[in-house]
């Protein structure tokens, strides 16, 4: 019997940077956030057997400052891509 050959999943890094013009809340961070540019990284994955390359999102982080009394430090956070979608509706919405 042989042995079924490992296959490795490829995976992806995107990164970008989000502005909130206005303090905000994201859903499981229990802190309101200051406005300013934030650094999202959304980790994704290949789907394999297609006949072209696809990727589905498996993480997505936000780099926030950290809580005090760590002020000068920086916080990875994994949150929902929902909610991160879901503050920066609220922030337009605040905009207008």
Known sequence: MRAKPKVESLTRSRRETVTFRHPFRIKG???????????????????????????????????????????????????????LADAQQADAVASQ
Request: with cysteine; proline share 11%.
């Open 29 to 83: 961070i229990e802190r309101q956030l200051p406005a300013g540019p934030y650094e999202v990284v959304t980790d994704e994955e290949m789907i394999e057997g297609l006949s072209f390359p696809c990727f589905r999102r498996v993480a997505t982080m936000i780099m926030v400052p950290a809580a005090p009394p760590q002020h000068s430090s920086t916080e990875m956070i994994s949150i929902s891509s929902v909610d």
